[in-house]
C-alpha cells in the first residue's frame, strides 16, 4: 500500500463566517461649548463590510472580484475561539488537514497545502509560523482564496491567511476574562488600551494571555503564554506611526497520533481515542519574538502612503516520534524512531504602498502601486534518527529509552543556513465605469525570488550547487457588475507560483510549481443591507508539484528523484492536480436578534496526471462535499436581557487518507454540533461553549497517520470589561 503525503494536497472544508465590521463608540464636540456626545456604533453587515489589510485597499467586499471571508471578533467571542483550528472550520474553502504533534496545523485552500513559508500574513505582512498561530490580540482573521501572488509573490495558490492585530484605541479600555476548560484548562487574558496623554496622540495597548491545559489524549500537557504590547503615535492629524511588539513562548507534549492496528481506517475502532503512542518526555518548543513599525501617511484625502518595516525570530525544538511502517505488527508491536531537530529562524523586511483614488475622462480609479522586500534565514539542527524499543498498541509502556539531546546552538559559524529572498514591485488598478456599474481590475506584479543554501568553509557547497532565482510576472485580470447597488457579478483570471528552490537533502534542484485559476461568482445584500450571501464557482491547475510518497519498503517502479532507505519515502516532481468548486456563504443577521453564518461547497479535486497515482483520484484528504452553519440569537428586552444562544452545525463529507484512494483508507464523513449560552450585565460577562455535545468520533487523516478530534468538550469564560 502507498501512503502519501504532497506539497500540494488534500481538500477543503467549507463553512462561512459573518464578520460585523464594529466602530468603536467615540466622543465629540457638539458645538462650540463643552457639551460632548456619545456616537451610536455603526455595524456593518454583509458584503458591505470593507477591507484593506490582505488586499491592500480599502474595498467593500461586494466591490472585489475575488473572493474573501472573514473571522471577526463577534464569532470569535461567540465560540470563544483559542486557536486558529476553531476559527478556520467557520471558513468556506479552508479545511484543517492535520497538525505536526499538535504544535502546529495544517491548512488547504481549495484543495492544496497551504506553504508555511509564504501563506500567512500578519497585517498584511510575513510572519513566523512556528507554533500556535492564533493569540488574544487578534482583532479578525481574513481569508483571501484563490492565487495571491501579485499581493505576495511566491504563496501556494489555495488561500492566504492574514491576522489582523487589535489596536490602541483612544478612549479607556479593560477588559479581564478567564476561561476554564476541561482537562484542567486554565487561560487568563488581560485586554488594556487607552491615552497616554491628555491630547490624545500617543496611545496604547496590551494583550497578555496564558494557558495551562492538560488533554484528552493521554500524557499531553501544554502551556503558552503571550505578551504583546502596542504603540501608537499620532504624530500630526495627517501621520500615524505604530508600533507593534509580539512574544510568544509554546511549551507542549509532541503528540505523534496514531497509526491503525491493520492499516486500514475500520481499525481505528480497535483503539481508544485518546491513546498516545509517543514519548511523554518529548517536547514541541516554540519562543519567538516580533517588532512590527508601521507609517501612515495621508498626502490628501485621495492618496495615502503607507510603510510597513519588521524584524522577527523564532526558535523552535521538536523531539519528534515517528511510525516508518505506518501500522503494527501481527503482535500488536509497533516500531518507533525518533527525529530530533531544532530551527533558528529570523524574517525581516519592509514594504511601500501608495494607495489612492482618482478621476480619468469619467472613470474612478482606486489603485494601490508598490514595493516590497522580505528575507528570510533559517538554520536547522537535526540529531541523527535514533531507533526506539517497539511500542505495544494497546498497552504502550514509555521510558524504555534514554532519549538523546538536541546538539547545536544559534550562531554556529560551521553550521550552513537556508535563506529565501523575496522583492516584488506591483500595479493594481481597479477602474469604475457608468456610476460603478462596471469595474475592471487590472494588476501585475514583477517577482525576484532567491532561494539557496549558505554553507561554510567546513562544509562547502556541492559542486553542482547554485542559488534558485526566479523572475515571474503575476497578472490579475478581473471583470465586476453591478446591476443594481446590492449585486455584483464577477469573472476573474490570476497566476501564481512556488519557489521549490534547491533541496538540501537530496541535493535537487527543484523547478518552481505554478498555478492558475478562473473564479466565477456574484454577491448581494437582501434584508435592508444586513443579509450578505456570496456565491464562487473556480477551477484551480496546479503543475510541476512536488510530491513524497511514504510507506515504501523498495525504491518505487514510477518515475521518483529521490528514495530514502530509512524513513521510507520517495519524493518526486511533476504532477499535474486540478480542484473545481462551488461555494454558497450566507452571513449577516435574519432579525435584529438573529444572526447566521453558513457555508456549503462541492469541491473536486483529483490528479490529472501524476508520477505515483492514477489519473482521477481523489486528492488526500479532500471532502467532495460540506456543510457548516452557526445560528446566534440575542435577547434585547425583557427579564433575560442581556443573553444569547448559540448553535452550530459542521459537516464534512468522507474523505481517503491517502492519494492512492484505496477504500481501506477511505476516512467516514464526520460531523459535530456545539452549542452556547451567553449573558452579559454592565460590566460583567460569562459565557458556556459545549462543542461536539453529541461526543462523535473524528478524525484527520494524512499519509497512512491518524489523529482524532476533540470529543464533547466544554468552555466556560467569566469576565469584566469597563
Not at 43 to 71: C, H, M
Request: aromatic share 12%; net charge positive; charged share 25%.
Amino acid at each position: 500500500m502507498k501512503l502519501t503525503l504532497c506539497s500540494c494536497l488534500i481538500p477543503l472544508c467549507l463553512t462561512c463566517i459573518s464578520v460585523f465590521g464594529q466602530n468603536n463608540p467615540s466622543k465629540t464636540d457638539k458645538g462650540a461649548g463643552d457639551t460632548t456626545e456619545v456616537l451610536k456604533e455603526i455595524i456593518v453587515y454583509g458584503q458591505k463590510r470593507e477591507i484593506a489589510s490582505i488586499t491592500k485597499t480599502p474595498t467593500p467586499l461586494i466591490d472585489l472580484p475575488i473572493s474573501v471571508q472573514l473571522v471577526d471578533k463577534k464569532l470569535i467571542e461567540q465560540q470563544q475561539i483559542i486557536d486558529v483550528r476553531d476559527a478556520i472550520k467557520n471558513v468556506s474553502g479552508i479545511t484543517l488537514t492535520g497538525t505536526y504533534g499538535d504544535g502546529y496545523a495544517m491548512f488547504n485552500g481549495r484543495g492544496f497545502g497551504l506553504n508555511f513559508n509564504s501563506n500567512y500574513r500578519w497585517n498584511g505582512i510575513m510572519m513566523q509560523t512556528t507554533g500556535r498561530l492564533y493569540g488574544d490580540n487578534v482583532e479578525r482573521l481574513e481569508i483571501l482564496k484563490g492565487p495571491a501572488s501579485i499581493q505576495y509573490g511566491d504563496v501556494a495558490p489555495g488561500a492566504v491567511l492574514n491576522f489582523v492585530s487589535k489596536k490602541p484605541l483612544d478612549y479607556e479600555y479593560r477588559r479581564f476574562e478567564v476561561k476554564f476548560g476541561e482537562y484542567g484548562m486554565v487561560r487568563p487574558t488581560l485586554d488594556l488600551s487607552g491615552a497616554l496623554t491628555k491630547d490624545k496622540k500617543l496611545l496604547y495597548r496590551l494583550n497578555t494571555t496564558y494557558e495551562s491545559s492538560k488533554h484528552f489524549i493521554d500524557e499531553i500537557r501544554g502551556k503558552s503564554f503571550l505578551l504583546a504590547p502596542t504603540i501608537t503615535w499620532k504624530v500630526t492629524p495627517d501621520l500615524d506611526w505604530t508600533v507593534e511588539l509580539v512574544a510568544r513562548n509554546d511549551d507542549r507534549t509532541f503528540a505523534p497520533g496514531l497509526v491503525s492496528p491493520d492499516g486500514t481506517f475500520e481499525g481505528l475502532k480497535k483503539l481508544r481515542r485518546g491513546l498516545f503512542l509517543g514519548e511523554p518526555d518529548n517536547k514541541h518548543q516554540v519562543n519567538d519574538q516580533s517588532v512590527y513599525s508601521t507609517l501612515n501617511y495621508k498626502i490628501n484625502k485621495n492618496l495615502t502612503v503607507r510603510n510597513v518595516a519588521f524584524y522577527s525570530r523564532s526558535q523552535e525544538r521538536e523531539e519528534s516520534v515517528f511510525f516508518p511502517d505506518r501500522r503494527a505488527d501481527v503482535k500488536d508491536s509497533l516500531n518507533r524512531t525518533t527525529e530530533f531537530f531544532q530551527t533558528f529562524t529570523y524574517i525581516k523586511g519592509t514594504t511601500l504602498d501608495l494607495v489612492g483614488k482618482f478621476s480619468t475622462f469619467g472613470v474612478l480609479h482606486d489603485f494601490v502601486v508598490g514595493g516590497d522586500y522580505t528575507e528570510r534565514d533559517y538554520t536547522i539542527f537535526y540529531n541523527d534518527p535514533v531507533i526506539l524499543k517497539p511500542i505495544n498498541i494497546y498497552n504502550p509502556v514509555y521510558g524504555q529509552d534514554v532519549l538523546p539531546k538536541i546538539i547545536g546552538f544559534e550562531g554556529d559559524p560551521d553550521k550552513p543556513s537556508q535563506f529565501i529572498n523575496r522583492q516584488g514591485i506591483y500595479a493594481q488598478d481597479q477602474l469604475k465605469f457608468w456610476n460603478n456599474r462596471i469595474q475592471v481590475m487590472l494588476g501585475l506584479r514583477y517577482n525576484r525570488t532567491s532561494r539557496g543554501t549558505k554553507y561554510t568553509h567546513n562544509a562547502p557547497a556541492p559542486d553542482t550547487y547554485k542559488d534558485d532565482v526566479k523572475k515571474p510576472l503575476s497578472p490579475r485580470l478581473a471583470l465586476l457588475v453591478k446591476p443594481w447597488k446590492n449585486l455584483s457579478v464577477y469573472g476573474s483570471y490570476t497566476q501564481s507560483y512556488e519557489q521549490n528552490g534547491w533541496d538540501e537533502i537530496t541535493n535537487i534542484m527543484l523547478s518552481a510549481t505554478n498555478a492558475k485559476q478562473i473564479e466565477f461568482g456574484a454577491k448581494t445584500n437582501l434584508l435592508h443591507e444586513k443579509l450578505g450571501i456570496g456565491l464562487s464557482v473556480f477551477q484551480i491547475d496546479k503543475k510541476d508539484i512536488v510530491g513524497y510518497v511514504f510507506g515504501l519498503d523498495q525504491p518505487p517502479s514510477w518515475d521518483h528523484l529521490y528514495y530514502h532507505t530509512f524513513y521510507k519515502w520517495a519524493m518526486y516532481q511533476g504532477g499535474h492536480h486540478r480542484s473545481r468548486g462551488i461555494e454558497l456563504d450566507v452571513n449577516g443577521k435574519i432579525t435584529n436578534q438573529l444572526s447566521v453564518n453558513l457555508a456549503t461547497s462541492y469541491i473536486d479535486a483529483i490528479v490529472v496526471e501524476d508520477p505515483a497515482f492514477q489519473k482521477g483520484n481523489q486528492l488526500e484528504g479532500n471532502a467532495r462535499t460540506t456543510l457548516n452553519i452557526w445560528g446566534n440569537y440575542e435577547l434585547n428586552k425583557g427579564p433575560l436581557k442581556g443573553m444569547d444562544f448559540g448553535y452550530g452545525f459542521f459537516y464534512k463529507g468522507k474523505f481517503y487518507a491517502t492519494t492512492d484512494n484505496s477504500p481501506l483508507d477511505e476516512v467516514k464523513a464526520y460531523w459535530s454540533m456545539d452549542a452556547s449560552v451567553g449573558y452579559s450585565y454592565k460590566s460583567f460577562f460569562t459565557r458556556l461553549n459545549v462543542s461536539n455535545f453529541t461526543d462523535n468520533k473524528g478524525y484527520l487523516a494524512r499519509s497512512g497517520l491518524y489523529e482524532p478530534l476533540w470529543g464533547r468538550r466544554t468552555i466556560l469564560s467569566v469576565g469584566v470589561k469597563f
